[in-house]
């Protein structure tokens, strides 16, 4: 068999198929690249105006999810949509409930501004004004009117009182007293019971009938005293009007359009007549708490809570990173004055689904289920289409602390979350409302196909990469080494990797070497230069394994030849690196009924794909030599000094071939090693990691005594497509050191490995002597006949045996 060509090792990007000399002459993507499915989900989901057409975008980290999406917001959204200011303010029919305000975009600041201009005034005039000549003079007016009613209205029966001897005495308000007199003094009991009867029953007569007199005038002096209050409240208005309402008249007038502002404004208008002592009392209990609550305005009762406040009509879209239930619900806050907590409207503070109401909400889909009570909460929000404030603690406990219930926000909102496929199929299986909620996924490629016109978007994708990041601009060359890494990364020549993260990773690393060296491009070089870095960085336990080969710790053979020993090879991965490393499995063979016994299995280091394997290399066995007579040898496998569990069946052909060796003694090249899953058909099936085997064989032979030529690796011819193998690689082979062979069936690599034919059976299913699988024919038949002969003596001497 020959070794694949150079071309085949690895697929370079052709200059001419890049038509600029640097990405300068590039326009940048506006979009992300690759992703036309996920992007149409998108646009449906967002151009969906019912409920429940929610986003879930499904893909691994670093493919570009939230990019996409900022991007795809950033140039599809509706700019005809409405967006609004929310506020709260205060209810002064129900304290306990404050009111919601919507406004244009814009005017909720408007209004703030406006009510505080307002306030400001008021807290220094309307002092000033119930403090004034005129206003006490009408006040001490109404107050000397109703005195001089009251006296007057007690005088007469003071004076009807004295003429029957009696005293009348005022206490408090409501109270008095009639006392009969003795003279200019008052009956003691003594006196008054010295009195004739006849004196006494006159005494009696005259307090009953002068009680009753009393009680009229006292019935007066209330209703004089009520009309009193109205015409202090009456007075009190007018000053107020004078003094407040041509400024609430002109608010009224410049928010005539939003009914519910105007009548905010009227219920301030008549409250503040209510609450003059807010104005006129030194307050500083409520100083205090507008201090403690960083909110030095006054008075608190008038204040415009701005809730959410949008700069301009743009729609919002809001990326939420740390998605609490306060972050995202909004929450109350509390302010404790002298041992007391106090709590109003002003102290309602949004959340993100305030803050992207109208709008959109991003959000990553782990970070959301790790919050307790928060994924409850965010679909009971969803379907109800109303966002409440509630008090986490009140739902977590049982105290029964006085807050607030401020009136319900209504949700008009779409949320795009971001999560890996485990998660999403979880959400699907566990939980019945998610697939209401969330309609549409968008599912993000991995890979794209690799073609002239792929290229070039890619090379434009790279060019929007360098504008975004601010990076130096690279040359055709860059990109062309970017393009071939990112093939590399897909593990296939003709697949581009879309995992942005690491892509926007090389090209910063790669600008920082370009900058270190001075210079005004990144060139291939610096991309070089970046990605020997960036595996010296992570190889610190590859050079320690690859110490124990160097020293002899690790037995590897790569040259000679031995019976029932092959290479293998394994891919390890630490963190994010992975490379190849060599494996030495080996087969013995004993008289038995023809099984094959796994001691990794039976050890229980081995993982059920690789138990697969082996098993199917077993029935593979017994179909070529065990059709109609059984095997009498039976035979061992393993991983020889390997102390960790093995998992994947890419090592099932070269177990087939050290099984093989074994079992007709032909002893196996050890340097070559062999890679690939095999069928029970004898078929070799693709594998993973192909590059970093081929590449951990290859640092195998250059630490044991260096390249001599002859030594190579056989991988399935399945994966040849998936080669782009390391520019040392590829140098070797180019300079016949170092062979790579692809096989499609067995037989071809027992044929490489064991330098002889394995055999074709003829029509009686004989194989040619000199072949491998002549060789096991034969000494099979050898066996059973030896059994034969050893049955027969049996029957001789004991012919009842049977």
């Known amino acids: 068999m020959k070794p694949l060509h150079l071309h085949q090792l690895y697929k370079a990007c052709v200059l001419k198929d890049l038509p600029f000399k640097t990405t300068k002459q590039l326009e940048p993507l506006a979009e992300i690249v690759g992703q036309n499915r996920a992007q149409e989900a998108v646009r449906f989901a967002l151009a969906m105006p019912h409920g429940g057409y929610n986003v879930y975008a499904v893909g691994r980290n670093g493919l570009g999810k939230r990019t996409m999406m900022l991007r795809y917001l950033e140039h599809h959204v509706d700019t ?5 200011d929310w506020c709260y303010v205060a209810n002064f029919e129900e304290p306990r409930v404050p009111r919601l305000l919507k406004l244009p975009a814009g005017l909720g600041s408007q209004l703030k501004q406006d009510m505080d201009k307002l306030m400001s005034r008021l807290v220094k005039v309307i002092p000033q004004t119930f403090d004034s000549d005129s206003f006490l003079e009408r006040s001490e007016q109404l107050k000397n009117e109703y005195g001089k009613k009251q006296e007057d209205e007690l005088e007469k029966v003071a004076v009807q009182a004295k003429r029957k001897k009696i005293s009348l005495t005022v206490t408090t308000p409501g109270g008095y007293r009639l006392v009969a007199m003795n003279g200019d003094e008052p009956h003691t009991a003594e006196t008054f019971e010295a009195l004739s009867e006849k004196e006494r029953d006159r005494f009696e007569d005259a307090i009953n009938r002068l009680e009753k007199r009393l009680r009229q005038a006292l019935r007066k002096i209330a209703d004089w005293e009520q009309e009193y209050a109205e015409k202090q409240h009456a007075l009190n208005q007018e000053t107020l009007a004078g003094i407040s309402g041509h400024q609430l008249d002109e608010l009224v007038e410049k928010y005539r359009e939003l009914p519910d502002v105007v009548e905010y404004i009227n219920s301030v208008r008549a409250d503040l007549v209510e609450n003059l002592d807010i104005f006129l009392d030194d307050g500083e209990e409520q100083v205090a708490i507008a201090y403690a609550s960083l909110d030095k305005k006054m008075p608190r009762r008038y204040l415009i809570n701005l809730l959410v406040h949008q700069k301009s009509n743009e729609v919002p879209v809001i990326v939420e990173e740390n998605p609490t239930y306060h972050n995202l619900f909004g929450y109350v ?18 959340g993100s689904l305030h803050k992207a109401n109208g709008g959109y909400l991003l959000m990553d889909a782990i970070k959301v289920l790790e919050q307790p009570f928060v994924w409850d909460g965010l679909k009971r929000a969803l379907r109800s289409r109303s966002l409440q404030i509630n008090s986490l603690e009140r739902e977590m406990t049982l105290s029964g602390t006085i807050s607030i219930e401020p009136e319900g926000v209504p949700l008009d909102v779409k949320i795009v979350l971001f999560g890996d496929r485990e998660t999403w199929l979880l959400l699907q299986e566990y939980d019945s409302e998610f697939s209401e909620l969330f309609r549409v996924t968008a599912d993000f490629e991995n890979e794209m196909y690799r073609t002239d016109d792929s290229q070039l978007l890619y090379a434009k994708f790279i060019a929007s990469l360098v504008s975004e990041k601010k990076l130096l601009h690279c040359t055709n060359k860059a990109v062309a080494r970017t393009i071939e890494h990112s093939a590399r990364m897909a593990e296939h020549q003709d ?8 892509i926007a990773n090389l090209l910063r690393e790669s600008d920082f070497w370009a900058r270190q060296a001075k210079a005004r491009l990144i060139t291939d070089i610096h991309v070089e230069r970046a990605l020997e870095s960036a595996r010296y960085r992570s190889s610190r336990i590859r050079d320690q394994f690859y110490d124990s080969i160097r020293d002899g710790s690790t037995l590897v053979s790569t040259t000679g030849t031995c019976v029932g020993q092959v290479n293998a090879l394994s891919v390890l991965s630490t963190g994010g690196y992975e490379f190849g490393l060599s494996n030495r499995v080996t087969a013995t063979c004993y008289y038995g009924d023809g099984g094959v016994m796994d001691i990794e299995r039976d050890a229980k280091l081995g993982g059920n794909i690789h138990s697969k394997g082996v098993m199917i290399l077993t029935s593979w066995l017994s179909s070529k030599f065990a059709v109609e007579d059984p095997m009498h040898l039976s035979a061992s496998l393993t991983f020889e000094q390997n102390y960790g569990e093995v998992e994947g069946d890419s090592a099932s052909l070269a177990e087939l071939c050290a099984l093989v060796s074994s079992l007709s003694g032909v002893p196996v090249r050890q340097d070559l090693a062999i890679t690939g899953s095999v069928n029970q058909f004898g078929e070799v099936q693709p594998i993973g990691g192909v590059n970093e085997k081929v590449e951990g064989f290859f640092a195998t032979c250059q630490l044991k005594g260096g390249l001599t030529g002859e030594q190579g690796v056989i991988v399935p011819v399945t994966n040849v497509q998936n080669l782009m193998l390391d520019a040392e690689v590829v140098s070797a082979v180019r300079a016949r050191q170092f062979s790579v062979y692809a096989v499609a069936h067995v037989e071809e690599a027992i044929s490489l490995l064991l330098g ?47």
């Open 756 to 802: 002889l034919p394995a055999g074709k059976p003829d029509k009686r299913g004989r194989y040619p002597k000199q072949s491998v699988f002549g060789i096991i024919q034969q000494r099979l038949e050898q066996m059973r006949e030896h059994e034969r002969q050893e049955h027969a003596k049996a029957d001789q001497k004991d012919p009842s045996i049977h």
């Open 495 to 502: 697949r581009l990797s879309l995992h942005a993260a690491d």
């Open 80 to 84: 005809e949509q409405q967006s609004h």
């Open 333 to 350: 806050e509390n302010v404790t004055y002298k041992g007391t907590v106090f709590t109003d409207f002003s102290l309602i503070r949004p």
